[in-house]
């Protein structure tokens, strides 16, 4: 809410109350003009928000009507949109909503044949890898000839102690005989994290995935895995995906990196299991696609 009492006249539109997966929302007639307005009262914690509809005079013997709907449930995209231009927006999936928007098309597209929405999950994060393979191929195969030359690196390091303009140019002339780009593996992250961010938000926001089983003991992918056996594969996951990277010659780096799975697996306790069901396929595909690549650059650099 403003500082100063909103006035505005509309016609047609909607006001609404929205919570995570519901929303009460009031839709005038489309043809009607109507005064929209707002009062806040931020002391008491009050917060008003309404239409007032023109003045209407019934002369005795007449009658007259105003028609309006009152919409109270879940936030199902396809029916709003049906009552109101827009309402269908009260789905809030961020400033990325564009990317969110198609994915939740392809991902209500997989339920259309799968009729299930877990297994929907599991293809829609197949799809988004498949879509993004070359890229991730070259932040692997970038990671991969990292690794190859760190006893090098570390050697490097342990020749030239403090002198850190020594040390930069003796690794700038190591990755220029090895031909590698150390900022190679971080671009293609880069050009992907707004499809993983959106794809987050998709599988937050969606109310179709509310007491939608999976199966075996997830029985509701909107709510926490009650076992918390998919957060902890995500953490197993997300540490041998660690061990195929190069680790850190910086000590204080590599404890860090060390205990990130365990804060992870923490956060996703709580997380939704339609959610970590995600981030757990999306490991295990990421975990197989770096350690063929990773097998691939080392066997070459051993014939050599």
Same mark, same amino acid.
């Given at each position: ?27 005038? @007639? ?12 931020? %002391? ?5 928000? /309404? ?27 396809? %029916? ?7 309402? %269908?927006?009260?789905? @809030? ?7 969110? #928007? ?7 597209? !997989? ?9 929907? =999950? ?12 070359? !890229? ?17 690196? #570390?050697?490097?390091? %342990? ?43 998709? !599988?937050?926001?969606?109310?179709? $995935? ?9 029985? @509701?992918?909107?709510?926490? @895995? ?5 957060? $902890?594969?995500? /953490? ?32 996703? $306790? ?22 063929? =690549?990773?097998?691939? =650059? ?7």
């Amino acid at each position: 809410f403003n500082e100063e009492a909103l006035k505005e006249t509309t016609k047609g539109g909607w006001i609404a109350i929205v919570q995570h997966y519901f929303v009460t929302a009031w839709i005038p @007639d489309a043809n009607s003009t109507n005064h929209l307005m707002t009062r806040a009262n931020k %002391e008491k914690g009050e917060y008003f928000i /309404g239409f007032t509809s023109p003045d209407m005079v019934v002369n005795a013997g007449m009658q007259n009507s105003i028609s309006a709907k009152l919409y109270a449930g879940p936030k199902i995209q396809d %029916e709003l949109a049906k009552l109101s231009t827009g309402l %269908e927006l009260t789905v @809030d999936y961020g400033f990325l909503w564009f990317i969110s #928007q198609f994915l939740f098309w392809v991902l209500q597209l !997989l339920h259309g044949f799968l009729g299930n929405w877990g297994w929907s =999950i599991v293809f829609l994060t197949l799809f988004v890898k498949l879509a993004f393979f070359h !890229l991730s191929a070259t932040s692997y195969k970038s990671m991969a000839n990292m690794r190859r030359v760190m006893p090098e690196m #570390q050697r490097i390091k %342990e020749q030239y102690g403090t002198d850190r303009q020594k040390m930069s140019m003796a690794m700038m002339e190591l990755y220029q005989k090895e031909k590698i780009n150390p900022v190679a593996g971080c671009l293609p992250i880069l050009v992907q994290m707004p499809v993983f961010l959106a794809l987050y938000w998709t !599988l937050m926001e969606s109310v179709e $995935l509310r007491h939608a089983p999976w199966l075996l003991w997830i029985t @509701d992918l909107a709510a926490m @895995d009650k076992y918390f056996v998919l957060p $902890l594969i995500m /953490g197993v996951t997300m540490y041998i995906q660690q061990l195929l990277n190069p680790q850190p010659t910086d000590p204080m780096q590599a404890k860090v990196l060390k205990i990130m799975p365990i804060v992870f697996t923490v956060f996703m $306790l709580w997380f939704p299991s339609g959610l970590v069901l995600y981030w757990v396929v999306n490991n295990v595909l990421s975990i197989a696609q770096q350690w063929v =690549i990773t097998r691939q =650059i080392e066997g070459a650099a051993a014939k050599k």
